[in-house]
């Protein structure tokens, strides 16, 4: 398994490849933004912040530091305080965001997260330097579903009987590598093999999948090479909508999946497999429209949820009219996969 989570941003001086099994990276650049940087070899400095902070409330800090233009993001686990990680933001220098204002963020989510120091905050210049060659080395071929291997398209990989999906790592999530896209990748494979026995048509499982947020694209390119006839991704990300678009060209899907930048509530028509690999708060939000999406006797798949949310999502999709078929987890997350009535 690839010990790099490899989401959004650039590599810098200071992200640590020794520390494999506890290093993630999370980045956020354009396309033509990556060529050039790389290729013209541009040299500058960046700001790097750098703040330890309890793990469960690394999702809510990251979003945060995202949001106010940090162009990537490293996560690695604090070696000496258990139940804490180090997350390091980079913005470009001078920096654009203060210490105060990370401070007054911290200070604020301390009642949801009481072990917040707001205090801890380091803040250095660094000099960018070009990983380019570097970071290759630290994607491998991963098999997170019984036949599925997710790789990236540089590596040379054809094993019999297996479903082989190429992923660019770069600008938008899921490569494969984190626990929410694994637990997702597994619950499709089971969902459009019959494993939860999805309603028959003439004697054929329908094969319509609608993929929500789908970033890489990952999610719907598995469900067409599973045998989806009818694929939608949907985003409001423009970077992920290109992203995909590109992914889906490398695995040669370009008729089978079908790309479109909208909301989930600007969907009108059903589906077989409904698949949402995006947080438990978001769902809320959706949840009427996400019903409203998955046809009689379909299969919603949930996942970008923590342990601890799965009651809450319970509570959302009641029985009656979802019937709760699976919950599988792995590594503090959780894929809820549901069947409507």
């Known amino acids: 398994m690839d010990p790099?989570?490899?989401?959004?941003?650039?590599?810098?001086?200071?992200?640590?490849?020794?520390?494999?099994?506890?290093?993630?990276?999370?980045?956020?650049?354009?396309?033509?933004?990556?060529?050039?940087?790389?290729?013209?070899?541009?040299?500058?400095?960046?700001?790097?912040?750098?703040?330890?902070?309890?793990?469960?409330?690394?999702?809510?800090?990251?979003?945060?530091?995202?949001?106010?233009?940090?162009?990537?993001?490293?996560?690695?686990?604090?070696?000496?305080?258990?139940?804490?990680?180090?997350?390091?933001?980079?913005?470009?220098?001078?920096?654009?965001?203060?210490?105060?204002?990370i401070s007054r963020y911290l200070e604020a989510i301390r009642e949801f997260f009481p072990k917040i120091c707001p205090s801890d905050i380091e803040v250095r210049s660094i000099a960018e330097k070009d990983w380019m060659t570097r970071w290759r080395d630290f994607f491998n071929a991963s098999q997170p579903g019984r036949r599925i291997v997710v790789k990236p398209p540089w590596i040379s990989l054809r094993p019999r009987e297996m479903i082989v999906i190429d992923i660019e790592p770069g600008m938008a999530f899921g490569t494969g590598t984190h626990p929410t896209t694994r637990l997702c990748l597994r619950a499709l494979e089971k969902a459009l093999t019959g494993v939860y026995d999805l309603p028959r048509r003439g004697g054929r499982t329908p094969r319509s999948v609608l993929d929500v947020g789908m970033g890489s694209g990952i999610l719907a390119i598995a469900a067409a090479k599973l045998g989806a006839r009818h694929v939608v991704g949907i985003d409001v990300d423009q970077r992920a909508i290109d992203n995909a678009r590109e992914n889906i060209r490398i695995n040669k899907l370009r008729r089978r999946i079908r790309l479109r930048k909208a909301t989930i509530s600007q969907i009108g028509e059903q589906f077989g497999v409904v698949v949402v690999n995006i947080n438990a708060q978001t769902i809320k939000g959706m949840r009427d429209h996400l019903m409203e999406r998955v046809a009689t006797g379909g299969i919603l798949i949930l996942s970008g949820v923590l342990d601890g949310e799965v009651d809450l999502l319970k509570k959302l999709f009641p029985d009656g009219f979802f019937t709760l078929t699976e919950v599988s987890r792995e590594d503090g997350w959780a894929c809820m996969v549901l069947k409507r009535a």
């Open 4 to 101: 790099f989570q490899i989401q959004r941003g650039f590599l810098l001086e200071e992200i640590h490849f020794c520390d494999k099994m506890n290093s993630q990276v999370l980045w956020t650049i354009t396309k033509r933004e990556h060529r050039n940087k790389w290729n013209m070899g541009l040299k500058k400095k960046w700001g790097e912040v750098r703040v330890t902070i309890p793990k469960e409330a690394q999702e809510a800090f990251a979003n945060f530091l995202m949001e106010r233009g940090s162009t990537g993001i490293s996560i690695e686990d604090e070696g000496e305080k258990e139940g804490f990680e180090i997350v390091k933001a980079y913005f470009p220098w001078p920096l654009m965001i203060e210490a105060q204002s």
